[in-house]
T-cell receptor, first 115, second 115 residues
Framework: DTEVTQTPKHLVMGMTNKKSLKCEQH?????MYWYKQKAKKPPELMFV???????INESVPSRFSPECPNSSLLNLHLHALQPEDSALYLC??????????????FGQGTRLTVV | AQTVTQSQPEMSVQEAETVTLSCTYD???????LFWYKQPPSRQMILVIR??????QNATENRFSVNFQKAAKSFSLKISDSQLGDTAMYFC????????????FGTGTRLTVIP
């Protein structure tokens, strides 16, 4: 199983809504990532979890709240978003073992539209 | 700081022909990985090929090969026998060798394979 599964695939939310994006992997990876990708741009890192602990937060506004309940799951809780937060949100995972292959495997993303 | 530069925003190639996508990067680190990722319209970021910086031999994966010039900090991707399914955005990316780290992406090259 080399899949990273993201749900939902599409999400439309109002600026006062609270929603969550979900990501799941069963490859035994202990690093998980959230990236934000605007149209025709490369992905930009938001958060990194290593061994279920937040290790990198790229100065993301607090209206984005990540959570890693266990080694297979990664959530991104959304609250009071702005229209400029509309983007493709990509989840990824990678191994952390010394000497292991470190490439990131990506999910298909959640296309988020804030209205 | 780490930077990745892709100087070709768009390229096209005839089906069955060969095309080379360029990438240069800048880092003061000695141990790192380089990747080419493909993002078709389906949005999923798919790993095409990886290169470990300490390996002199250029990586190959079927029709895909790289020309890795460490001293010049250059990492180009050659696609042979181009197929319609190769139409996608291609991102060159860099990461450090150990730990859970950011993937530093270039700005991407949009490749169109013409029938």
């Amino acid at each position: 199983d080399t899949e990273v599964t993201q749900t939902p695939k599409h999400l439309v939310m109002g600026m006062t809504n609270k929603k969550s994006l979900k990501c799941e992997q069963h490859m035994g990876h202990r690093a998980m990532y959230w990236y934000k990708q605007k149209a025709k741009k490369p992905p930009e890192l938001m958060f990194v979890y290593s061994y279920e602990k937040l290790s990198i937060n790229e100065s993301v506004p607090s209206r984005f709240s990540p959570e890693c309940p266990n080694s297979s799951l990664l959530n991104l809780h959304l609250h009071a978003l702005q229209p400029e937060d509309s983007a493709l949100y990509l989840c990824a995972s990678s191994q952390l073992t010394q000497g292991a292959r470190t490439e990131a495997f990506f999910g298909q993303g959640t296309r988020l539209t804030v209205v | 700081a780490q930077t990745v530069t892709q100087s070709q925003p768009e390229m096209s190639v005839q089906e069955a022909e060969t095309v080379t996508l360029s990438c240069t990067y800048d880092t003061s680190e000695n141990n790192y990985y380089l990747f080419w990722y493909k993002q078709p319209p389906s949005r999923q970021m798919i790993l095409v090929i990886r290169q470990e910086a300490y390996k002199q031999q250029n990586a190959t994966e079927n029709r895909f090969s790289v020309n890795f010039q460490k001293a010049a900090k250059s990492f180009s991707l050659k696609i042979s026998d181009s197929q319609l399914g190769d139409t996608a955005m291609y991102f060159c990316a860099f990461t450090f060798r150990t730990g859970a780290n950011n993937l530093f992406f270039g700005t991407g090259t949009r490749l169109t394979v013409i029938p």
